[in-house]
């Protein structure tokens, strides 16, 4: 090989220079596939990732935050507290709030201050709304409670003195029960056609001539052992389970399942824009497991049971009951 045939290191460098330059822009040209590829993955790839997300249920899609129902009763029970446990266990926290009373856990609930309450049944929210001008509707139903005639001296129905004072719940629904169950005894007598809520001027016959003597349903019990008194009308449940009286003590016990008793279905009850929020089909899932059932029928010695009436029973019948409220007050 001759010298001119060797190459110069000035030419080697060139080559050396086009290598490298072709290496470059092979590079570059590899580099921009790639992030083409990339950016074309990304975007199929949101396409699918939205129109799944468009087709997914909201819920799903929705901040994992905890669902939370602040619920307002009129005491407290061991009951509620395995109602507690159960929802917990299915992904809702239950707050309850012991209001002690008969009026707050609806007026709380209308100001907004709790999300539902769990204490009245129906006939006793009927009246509440028709004088609030409310809007309370129940979400579905929970229990119904036994009641009865209940004395400290009697033995039967039959041993009514003449003239005898018999306690019943001083607002219209409750005192309308009583008088129903008084009926049903034999005791008295009421007038056709009162729908609802009769009240002690309903009594179209009084054999006995009786006095009936209106106190506020809470506090019943404690007046059981009254001299005063010759018997009380109440729900079994409300006597506190350390005065020991149960359905067994009663000179007559209503029949809570009866037809004619729908009126009386306790319910969870919320304002009416609230009544399809998700967390109430958790709740009532929560009240069907059989541990709730264990705990009431432990609590209330089987006078209390649950029950499940469809909600546009009930408030087919609140509607009902409210229309004819609305005469009576």
């Known amino acids: 090989m001759s010298e001119q045939s060797q190459p110069s290191p000035g030419s080697g460098s060139d080559l050396r220079s086009t290598v490298d330059a072709r290496g470059r822009r092979t590079r570059r040209i590899v580099f921009v596939v790639v992030a083409v590829v990339v950016a074309a ?24 935050e905890p669902l939370v129902l602040r619920i307002a009763t009129s005491d407290d029970s061991k009951f509620q507290d395995e109602v507690k446990v159960v929802a917990a266990e299915k992904g809702l926290d239950v707050e309850w709030v012991n209001l002690n009373d008969w009026v707050l856990p609806n007026t709380q609930l209308v100001a907004g201050q ?6 009245q049944h129906i006939l006793y929210l009927s009246q509440f709304n028709v ?23 009697l033995k039967s129905v039959k041993d009514v003195p003449e003239g005898g004072h018999i306690a019943i719940p001083d607002d219209a629904s409750n005192g309308a029960r009583a008088l129903f169950i008084l009926q049903s005894a034999g005791l008295i007598t009421i007038k056709s056609g009162v729908g609802d809520f009769p009240s002690v001027d309903d009594v179209s016959s009084n054999p006995k001539h009786l006095t009936f003597v209106p106190i506020a ?37 209503d029949d809570s399942l009866a037809k004619e008793n729908l009126p009386y279905i306790n319910v969870i009850a919320a304002r009416e824009q609230d009544k399809n929020k998700p967390a109430w089909k958790i709740l009532k899932e929560a009240y069907a497991d059989k541990r709730v059932a264990e705990a009431l029928k432990k609590e209330s ?3 209390t049971v649950l029950v499940d009436v469809p909600v546009d029973t009930l408030r087919s019948k609140l509607a009902d009951l409210e229309k004819e409220a609305e005469k009576t007050n």
């Open 217 to 253: 349903a809470t506090t019943i019990p404690q007046q059981y052992d009254d001299p005063s008194l010759s018997a009380v009308v109440v729900g079994t449940s409300y006597f506190d389970p350390k005065q020991g009286i149960t359905s067994k003590d009663a000179l007559y016990l």
């Open 131 to 153: 004088k609030n001008k409310a809007t309370l509707t129940p979400v579905f139903s929970t229990v119904i409670t036994q009641w009865g005639i209940f004395s400290k001296t």
């Open 41 to 64: 993955v990304l975007f199929v790839g949101g396409l699918f990732t939205g129109r799944a997300t468009a087709g997914a249920d909201p819920e799903a899609s929705a901040s994992s």
């Open 301 to 303: 010695g089987g006078s």
């Open 114 to 119: 709790v999300d539902g309450n769990a204490f």
